[in-house]
C-alpha cells in the first residue's frame, strides 16, 4: 500500500494539531471539504486515522511501517509460492541426486499418474539412501515420504500461517496444494522464498517514504 502525497500530509496535520476537524484539514490544504472526504474515508478505513464525532481526527497510533507488515502477513501463499521440482515414483534415487544439485532445491516432489501428490524426498532422504541402497537401481519411491505423512499448505493460505507451519515443525518446505482437501500440487514455499519476500516488502517502506 502506498500513500499518496496528499494523505501524508492529512496524517501530519492530525499528528500536529489533534483533534482536527475536516474542515479545519480542508483550509490548510486549500481544498474543498467533498474533495478531502475520500482521503479521510481511505485514513479512517486503514486504521490510521480515528474519527470520533464532534471531536473530529486523531492519530490512531498505527505507523504506516506496522500497517505494512500486517498487509505483508496476510498476502496470499498463492502470491509467493516457487515452482516444484517434480519427478515420477519410478525415478531412480542416482537421478533424483543429480536434479537435487543441478536445480540446487531442498525438496524433490513426487507425483503420481493422476499428477496429485503421491510424496516427497529431501536432501535427507537422499543422502540416507545413498548410503543404504543402490542408488543406480532403485527408484525413490523407495526412500520417499509419503501422503498423508506430509505436512502441507493450501495456496488460500495467509504467509503468517504458512510460516508458522514451517517454524512449528522445523522444516524447509512445504508443498503448496491447490485448496484444503485437494491433492492437487500447484506450488511450494519455503522458509528462503518467505524471508526473500518479507524482505522484500520491507524495503518497498523505505522507498515509498
Do not use: W
Not at 496429485?116 to 532403485?138: C, E, H, P
Not at 515443525?169 to 514455499?189: F, I, T
Not at 524495503?203 to 515509498?208: G, H, L, S
Request: proline share 4%; charged share 25%.
Amino acid at each position: 500500500m502506498k500513500l499518496s502525497k496528499r494523505q501524508k500530509q492529512i496524517l501530519d496535520i492530525v499528528k500536529e494539531d489533534q483533534p482536527v476537524s475536516g474542515e479545519k484539514i480542508a483550509q490548510v490544504l486549500a481544498i474543498s471539504r467533498s474533495t478531502l472526504r475520500a482521503d479521510l474515508s481511505f485514513l479512517t478505513l486503514v486504521g490510521l486515522l480515528k474519527a470520533t464525532p464532534k471531536v473530529g481526527y486523531t492519530y490512531a497510533g498505527v505507523d504506516l511501517e506496522s500497517l505494512y507488515f500486517f498487509e505483508t502477513f496476510q498476502t496470499k501463499v498463492a502470491e509467493v509460492m516457487t515452482s516444484p521440482l517434480l519427478l515420477p515414483p519410478d525415478t531412480l534415487i542416482q537421478d533424483a541426486i543429480i536434479q537435487l544439485f543441478m536445480y540446487d532445491a531442498d525438496v524433490l516432489y513426487v507425483l503420481d499418474e493422476d499428477k496429485d501428490l503421491l510424496g516427497l524426498v529431501s536432501r535427507k532422504d537422499l543422502l540416507r539412501a545413498a548410503l543404504n541402497t543402490k542408488i543406480a537401481s532403485t527408484p525413490i519411491a523407495v526412500c520417499m515420504t509419503r501422503q498423508p505423512h506430509i505436512q502441507t499448505c493450501q495456496a488460500e493460505m495467509t504467509v503468517l500461517e504458512a510460516a508458522v507451519i514451517l517454524q512449528d515443525l522445523a522444516v524447509d518446505s512445504l508443498p503448496v496444494l491447490k485448496g484444503h482437501g485437494s491433492r492437487e500440487l500447484v506450488g511450494s514455499v519455503s522458509r528462503a522464498s518467505l524471508l526473500d519476500f518479507i524482505i522484500g516488502e520491507a524495503r518497498k517502506i523505505e522507498v515509498d517514504r
